[in-house]
């Protein structure tokens, strides 16, 4: 059986959404942004584009760019979210009850394939999805398929508007994913592509073949094993395989950076009361929590906490995403962009183990092969580290790594 990942990304969720809302639209230029000339753009048509008006670029600026007829809509936050919960529902009832949601306009579903043509299968579904979205909703998405989240995200940017691209085979991989620029790769940013040049790496091939792992660890931190694992397409679910839900997530994406950290608190505390909510409806409970951040200048920080006793209820999670918060967060340095919480290693009440090496006779054969290279790619480069004593690493991003709090 095999698991396959869609990743549905909307082509100009907010534009396309005004569109449909303007009874007398007539393919013109449209603008949704602020009501003054010095917000910015928060999304543009693709008939905007064609002048060069990109998200984030000031209203002053597209007006020198675009025709008179351009039409300017306010942002209305509230109906984007409300048309976003109401897809995402329609899309978990019909066609799969995996869903996990990324941001406003972008999610993945996740599909167990048990047919060999399971290539030709995931290639018709996506074009069903694509189409009947479009027909339903009169929204156009463009799809990406994979093998892993990774993988089914950066291949729904190869075709938009409305496109589909799969990266599913050792040939895909090779042939699509390797030869793009290192700064394409999603979680790479500005600053980690000028750290990765430095390296010499400046694809995504160089970083899958480096064995320069005393500089990628020093780079990527706590995060290496899964820029390496992303890079050479693998899995990194090490839990059993069986029906059940293997992580919950939830995200929120400001599209004005936030300061206040009192705000950011309320949206922390909506956040882990959501999450709280689905472990009670799954009878589960979370050994991992991980935090994500992300800056206005879209730089992303990391940091997660492991238990050895799991736990679930609403006043024990929200007391470990505040503490996450206040280890990673500086009010000084940043305005957050974006939050993000991801509870693994799920435990339900009436089965799951975490799994153990010498215990795989239930995994197919790919998750057994993933397994088993991560487990490998660790010891080598645990092995290249320690030959050098001059890498040394503080005793807090040692924490950042594994900390155990029970």
Known sequence: MKKIYLHIDFDAFFASVEENALSNYQQEPLIVCGILDNTV?????????????????????IKKLVPKNTLYVQTRLDLYERISKEIFNYLKQKYS????????????????????????YVLNKAKQIQ???????????????????????MA???????????????DDIQNKLWPLPINKMFMVGKNLTKKLNEIDIYTIKDLALCKNYRALKKILTINYIDYLMNANGKDNEIVLYNDKQKSFSIKRTFFKPVLQISELYEYLNWMSDELSIYLKKARAKTKRITLFLENKKHHFYRMQLDYQIPIYKEKELKYEI????????????????????VLNKIVYEDCDKQLKLNDLTTLTNEKKSNLIWKEEIKKIINTSINEHND????????????????
């Open 41 to 61: 753009c928060c999304s543009a048509n693709y008939i905007a584009r064609q002048y060069g008006v990109k998200a984030g670029m000031p209203v002053f600026m």
């Open 97 to 120: 009850n995996e869903i996990i949601v990324y941001s406003v306009d972008e999610c993945w579903l996740v599909f167990h394939v048990k047919t060999k043509k399971y290539e030709d």
């Open 131 to 153: 189409d009947d979205i479009l027909k339903t909703y009169k929204l156009s998405c463009s799809i990406g398929i994979g093998r892993s989240m990774f993988l089914a995200k």
């Open 156 to 170: 729904s940017d190869f075709k938009k508007p409305f496109g589909i691209t799969s990266i599913l085979t050792d």
């Open 322 to 341: 505040y503490y996450l918060f206040e280890k990673i967060y500086d009010q000084n340095e940043f305005e957050i962009r974006s939050l993000g919480i």
């Open 391 to 406: 890498f040394t690493k503080d005793d807090e991003t040692k924490n950042m790594k594994m900390r155990f709090r029970h």
